[in-house]
């Protein structure tokens, strides 16, 4: 028998503790956002649907990034008992410079499109939470402008080689007068992925005001005004501007470039000089014999080769190969903190974010991309108490193993990771 009793009204107004309610609701939206997930549902709430599409959607069958982000999931973490760690260091030392984050804003294309703010709200984040932004050559802010707003903190410039080559040469000259530090050379371009849905909402740059965009610009009023009250969206540093982004990549990309490219690149550049793109291990070798300074394990976020390999399960062997002579580093998929400490734990020095920041971008400009490195930042620092380690060169590949279903077989590539459990079954 349960023994009852009148409430006690003390003991009612105790629990009664109503919070305060928060009347900006830009914050009031950000802070319900508790995952990469959630800003990516707020972001797809408030942007058209063609432009949300676009930065949310990959080539083909968009089977990569599905696959991509399943490897994380797939991770499986081994915490270490009992060693206290309740204050961890999240920083790390990356090409030649200090990041206050294992993680940086990866560069990419047409960001104002996603919301006005673009590249200004990336590079002014990353400055203020001590982590590198990249500029991509398709960006829509300038060279100049994305210094202005990151001025002491590392701005990285990603260069596509374009078959007007003087193009390509004169960014990477004003890059450097800017200050930029490193250069990213992306190689898993030389034509346009088919990003399908782009070509099925019949997406253009600038986007066209259609009887359909218009319906579906009803209930995100605040994309159009920021669109038609802010500087005319376009490339900063292009001047080819019109048609789908398909046209207008393969009209900018280059299908011949090749190691020569790098050569010529490396004479003109005096910083540390970057590789992304790699997608395997004898590519990787080859890179590091000519001196590169690092490499980023990438297949573009599942925007170009669908089915190309999985960067997380590349990395492993890469490392292993070249860890010692080259910086190793990863993207496409992170959606979690957790993410990246695993691929840390694997040997990768650094990764980078593409629709993570995106996603903040659109819930919410320059607060929703600070939002966006909260959630890693305190994602990355829990999985590392959690774990029982307080700095990154802690962190080791007995910290991580995957499930086995996505693991290669067949020939390329050859060797399973060292980390990973003997095989059940065949991958799916
Ligand atoms: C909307 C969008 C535009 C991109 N534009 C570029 C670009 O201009 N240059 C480039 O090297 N990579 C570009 N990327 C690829 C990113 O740099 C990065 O490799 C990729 O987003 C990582 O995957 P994630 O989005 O899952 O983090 C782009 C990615 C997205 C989502």
């Given at each position: 028998?349960?023994?009852?009793?009148?409430?006690?009204?003390?003991?009612?107004?105790?629990?009664?503790?109503?919070?305060?309610?928060?009347?900006?609701?830009?914050?009031r939206r950000l802070e319900s956002a508790l995952t990469i997930w959630d800003l990516r549902t707020i972001a797809k709430r408030r942007t058209p649907k063609a432009a949300f599409?676009?930065?949310?959607?990959?080539?083909?069958?968009?089977?990569?990034?599905?696959?991509?982000?399943?490897?994380?999931?797939?991770?499986?973490?081994?915490?270490?008992?009992?060693?206290?760690?309740?204050?961890?260091?999240?920083?790390?030392?990356?090409?030649?410079?200090?990041?206050?984050?294992?993680?940086?804003?990866?560069?990419?294309?047409?960001?104002?499109?996603?919301?006005?703010?673009?590249?200004?709200?990336?590079?002014?984040?990353?400055?203020?939470?001590?982590?590198?932004?990249?500029?991509?050559?398709?960006?829509?802010?300038?060279?100049?402008?994305?210094?202005?707003?990151?001025?002491?903190?590392?701005n990285w410039f990603q260069l596509y080689v374009m078959r007007d080559r003087e193009i390509s040469y004169g960014l990477t000259r004003r890059a450097a007068e800017a200050g930029?530090?490193?250069?990213?050379?992306?190689?898993?371009?030389?034509?346009?992925?088919?990003?399908?849905?782009?070509?099925?909402?019949?997406?253009?740059?600038?986007?066209?005001?259609?009887?359909?965009?218009?319906?579906?610009?009803?209930?995100?009023?605040?994309?159009?005004?920021?669109?038609?009250?802010?500087?005319?969206?376009?490339?900063?540093?292009?001047?080819?501007?019109?048609?789908?982004?398909?046209?207008?990549?393969?009209?900018?990309?280059?299908?011949?470039?090749?190691?020569?490219?790098?050569?010529?690149?490396?004479?003109?550049?005096?910083?540390?000089?970057?590789?992304?793109?790699?997608?395997?291990?004898?590519?990787?070798?080859?890179?590091?014999?000519?001196?590169?300074?690092?490499?980023?394990?990438?297949?573009?976020?599942?925007?170009?080769?669908?089915?190309?390999?999985?960067?997380?399960?590349?990395?492993?062997?890469?490392?292993?190969?070249?860890?010692?002579?080259?910086?190793?580093?990863?993207?496409?998929?992170?959606?979690?903190?957790?993410?990246?400490?695993?691929?840390?734990?694997?040997?990768?020095?650094?990764?980078?974010?593409?629709?993570?920041?995106?996603?903040?971008?659109?819930?919410?400009?320059?607060?929703?991309?600070?939002?966006?490195?909260?959630?890693?930042?305190?994602?990355?620092?829990?999985?590392?108490?959690?774990?029982?380690?307080?700095?990154?060169?802690?962190?080791?590949?007995?910290?991580?193993?995957?499930?086995?279903?996505?693991?290669?077989?067949?020939?390329?590539?050859?060797?399973?990771?060292?980390?990973?459990?003997?095989?059940?079954?065949?991958?799916?």
């Amino acid at each position: 028998m349960v023994t009852r009793q009148l409430p006690n009204l003390h003991e009612m107004f105790e629990l009664m503790q109503f919070k305060k309610p928060e009347l900006n609701a830009k914050k009031r939206r950000l802070e319900s956002a508790l995952t990469i997930w959630d800003l990516r549902t707020i972001a797809k709430r408030r942007t058209p649907k063609a432009a949300f599409d676009y930065t949310d959607g990959a080539a083909e069958g968009e089977l990569s990034i599905a696959r991509a982000r399943q490897a994380f999931e797939d991770v499986e973490f081994h915490p270490g008992i009992l060693r206290p760690a309740p204050t961890v260091d999240t920083s790390c030392e990356i090409l030649g410079g200090p990041s206050a984050l294992p993680f940086g804003i990866a560069p990419t294309g047409f960001t104002r499109l996603m919301q006005t703010e673009g590249e200004i709200a990336g590079a002014g984040a990353a400055g203020a939470a001590g982590i590198p932004f990249t500029l991509s050559t398709l960006g829509t802010t300038s060279i100049e402008d994305v210094k202005k707003a990151n001025p002491h903190g590392r701005n990285w410039f990603q260069l596509y080689v374009m078959r007007d080559r003087e193009i390509s040469y004169g960014l990477t000259r004003r890059a450097a007068e800017a200050g930029f530090d490193t250069l990213f050379f992306t190689v898993d371009t030389p034509v346009a992925g088919a990003r399908l849905r782009d070509k099925r909402n019949g997406f253009s740059i600038p986007p066209q005001l259609t009887l359909g965009t218009i319906v579906n610009a009803i209930p995100r009023p605040w994309w159009w005004i920021d669109f038609l009250t802010t500087p005319k969206l376009e490339f900063a540093s292009l001047s080819s501007t019109g048609g789908t982004v398909g046209e207008l990549l393969d009209a900018a990309m280059d299908p011949t470039i090749s190691y020569d490219d790098l050569t010529v690149i490396r004479e003109l550049w005096p910083g540390k000089i970057v590789i992304k793109g790699v997608q395997n291990v004898e590519d990787s070798k080859k890179l590091v014999e000519l001196g590169v300074d690092g490499i980023v394990l990438s297949n573009h976020g599942g925007r170009q080769l669908d089915r190309a390999p999985i960067p997380f399960r590349l990395l492993p062997e890469v490392v292993r190969e070249v860890g010692k002579d080259a910086t190793v580093m990863i993207d496409t998929g992170i959606m979690n903190g957790a993410d990246i400490v695993a691929s840390i734990a694997l040997g990768a020095k650094f990764t980078l974010i593409g629709r993570a920041y995106l996603y903040g971008l659109m819930a919410g400009g320059r607060a929703g991309v600070d939002r966006t490195i909260a959630i890693l930042r305190s994602e990355i620092e829990r999985t590392m108490k959690l774990l029982g380690v307080s700095s990154l060169a802690e962190l080791q590949p007995r910290h991580v193993t995957q499930l086995t279903r996505l693991t290669p077989v067949g020939s390329a590539p050859a060797r399973a990771p060292r980390t990973a459990r003997p095989k059940a079954s065949a991958a799916r």
